[in-house]
C-alpha cells in the first residue's frame, strides 16, 4: 500500500507537511513503513538533517494512529518505538477502537477530537 503512494504521486514523501494516519492499528507496521519512508525522503534529509531531531519530528507531527485494545496498543507501539527515547511523544497513537465510530458514521468527529 505504502509502494503505491509513491508509485501514483512521485515524490508524495517529501512534503514536510503531509501527514499519514491508521484508523485501526494493529501490529504497528503500516506507521512504521511511513516512518522509514518520510525518514529516508530527500527533502526530510535536508531539511531536518539531524537524524534524531528528523526521526523526531516525523514521529510527533506526520504519523498518528488509533489502536483498539491496551494489548495491541503496547504491540503496535512497542513495534514502532522500539528503544527511542521517551522523550518521543507517544500522544499521536491514542487507545481507542474506531469501529463503533465508523458504523455510526462519526469517524471523522473521532479523528478530529484527538488529531486538529
Do not use: H, W
Not at 504491540?75 to 527515547?85: A, C, R
Amino acid at each position: 500500500m505504502v509502494d503505491d503512494f509513491e508509485k501514483d504521486n512521485p515524490g508524495f514523501f517529501y512534503n514536510p507537511s503531509k501527514t499519514f494516519i491508521d484508523l485501526y492499528m494493529k501490529s504497528g507496521f503500516y506507521i512504521a513503513e511511513l516512518v522509514k519512508r518520510l525518514y529516508n525522503s530527500k527533502c526530510l534529509k535536508n531539511t531536518f538533517p539531524n537524524f534524531e531531531e528528523r526521526l523526531k519530528r516525523i514521529l510527533e507531527n506526520q504519523v498518528c494512529g488509533f489502536v483498539p485494545s491496551p494489548f495491541i496498543y503496547n504491540i503496535s507501539t512497542n513495534f514502532i518505538f522500539g528503544n527511542l527515547s521517551r522523550d518521543i511523544s507517544r500522544k499521536n497513537f491514542v487507545l481507542e477502537d474506531t469501529i463503533p465510530a465508523a458504523k455510526e458514521g462519526k469517524l471523522q468527529k473521532l479523528v478530529d477530537k484527538y488529531f486538529e
